[in-house]
Nanobody, 126 residues
Framework: QVQLEESGGDSAQAGGSLRLSCVVS????????MAWFRQVPGKKREGVAA????????YYADSVKGRFTIFRDNAKNTLFLQMNSLKPEDTAMYYC???????????????????WGQGTQVTVSS
C-alpha cells in the first residue's frame, strides 16, 4: 500500500508561482509512474504532468507546457510540481497519483493510477 500526501496549494495572483509537494510513503517498490492531475467541480479529472519511475521521462499537458515542471527527489520520496506563470484557468484541486502505468500513451489516464492523495487546492486570481 502506498500513501500520498500533497501540500503547497494556496491562492496566487495571475503570473505568480507555486510549488506543490507530494510525500510518498509505504511500499514503493516496483516500476511505477507518478503524476499530477487536477479537477474542477463538474469536470473530468485531467492529467497535468507525469514522470517515469526513474525520472528520466516527463510528460506535460499542452495547457501547462513551458510553465509547469514536474520533478522528484527519490532520496526524500517526494514529488514536486513547480508552477510558474499561473493563470486563472489553473484554478483547481490538484491531486498526486502513483501507479504502474505500463506505457507512456496511458500516462494521463486516471484509471492507470491506483494510489491518490487527498488533493490540495490551487486558486489563481486575475
Amino acid at each position: 500500500q502506498v500513501q500520498l500526501e500533497e501540500s503547497g496549494g494556496d491562492s496566487a495572483q495571475a503570473g505568480g508561482s507555486l510549488r506543490l509537494s507530494c510525500v510518498v510513503s509505504g511500499n514503493t517498490s516496483g516500476r511505477y509512474s507518478m503524476a499530477w492531475f487536477r479537477q474542477v467541480p463538474g469536470k473530468k479529472r485531467e492529467g497535468v504532468a507525469a514522470i517515469s519511475n526513474t525520472g528520466g521521462s516527463t510528460y506535460y499537458a499542452d495547457s501547462v507546457k513551458g510553465r509547469f515542471t514536474i520533478f522528484r527527489d527519490n532520496a526524500k520520496n517526494t514529488l514536486f510540481l513547480q508552477m510558474n506563470s499561473l493563470k486563472p484557468e489553473d484554478t483547481a484541486m490538484y491531486y498526486c497519483a502513483h501507479g504502474p502505468v505500463w506505457h507512456s500513451t496511458l500516462i494521463f489516464r486516471a484509471r492507470e493510477y491506483n494510489n491518490w492523495g487527498q488533493g490540495t487546492q490551487v486558486t489563481v486570481s486575475s
